[in-house]
T-cell receptor, first 115, second 106 residues
Framework: SAVISQKPSRDICQRGTSLTIQCQVD?????MFWYRQQPGQSLTLIAT?????????ESGFVIDKFPISRPNLTFSTLTVSNMSPEDSSIYLC????????????FGEGSRLTVL | KNEVEQSPQNLTAQEGEFITINCSYS?????LHWLQQHPGGGIVSLFM???GKKKHGRLIATINIQEKHSSLHITASHPRDSAVYIC????????FGKGTRLHILP
């Protein structure tokens, strides 16, 4: 199993600013996943963060807008840059237990509101 | 690409009622996940199943691989079961349903 600590849990931000979300896992994992969940929608994968290499971004998401760091096997950050009201969402990090059960684990989510 | 459909989108029930949430998918899978999302946004894994049935407390999950369908049942529902329930299947990435918003009235 894995326990993921994510922060901040929520924030209210001004248009044009940037916010960095942190995720700390209690075990070493190869890949960490960052998701966005817009109001009333399902989770959408932003990118996969691999330790020691550039993150892999999904279609519609770019590094300049969502830079990701992955300095070690237990930690990752996602920055939402130059925010606009359309970025108001819940952002979640996740890992998969690929070597064991295949179970999914998620952080507590970061609820961002951009004014 | 797999398509995941959940029904109903919203469900309100009285405390004690038996709850059923359905999930169907379009392409054969190796496993299916049922997740619970609390109002704060955090998500916890309830079940991962590839065949048959699994039970944990008042929660039961079933899957029919041939029919590409899974159900999540809650027996003796309680207001604390109020949450969004999401099914998800692995593809080249995880594909999530839109969720079922459940509200249990006391």
């Amino acid at each position: 199993s894995a326990v993921i600590s994510q922060k901040p849990s929520r924030d209210i931000c001004q248009r044009g600013t940037s916010l960095t979300i942190q995720c700390q896992v209690d075990s070493q994992v190869t890949m960490m996943f960052w998701y966005r969940q817009q109001p009333g929608q399902s989770l959408t994968l932003i990118a996969t963060a691999n330790q020691g290499s550039e993150a892999t971004y999904e279609s519609g998401f770019v590094i300049d807008k969502f830079p990701i760091s992955r300095p070690n096997l237990t930690f990752s950050t996602l920055t939402v840059s130059n925010m606009s009201p359309e970025d108001s969402s819940i952002y979640l990090c996740s890992v998969e237990d690929k070597r064991g059960t295949g179970e999914l684990f998620f952080g507590e989510g970061s609820r961002l509101t951009v004014l | 690409k797999n398509e995941v459909e959940q029904s109903p989108q919203n469900l309100t029930a009285q405390e004690g009622e038996f709850i059923t949430i359905n999930c169907s998918y379009s392409v054969g899978i190796s496993a299916l996940h049922w997740l619970q999302q609390h109002p704060g946004g955090g998500i916890v894994s309830l079940f991962m199943l590839s065949s048959g049935k699994k039970k944990h407390g008042r929660l039961i999950a079933t899957i029919n691989i041939q029919e590409k369908h899974s159900s999540l049942h809650i027996t003796a529902s309680h207001p604390r079961d109020s949450a969004v329930y999401i099914c998800a299947v692995p593809d080249d990435k995880i594909i999530f349903g839109k969720g079922t918003r459940l509200h249990i009235l006391p």
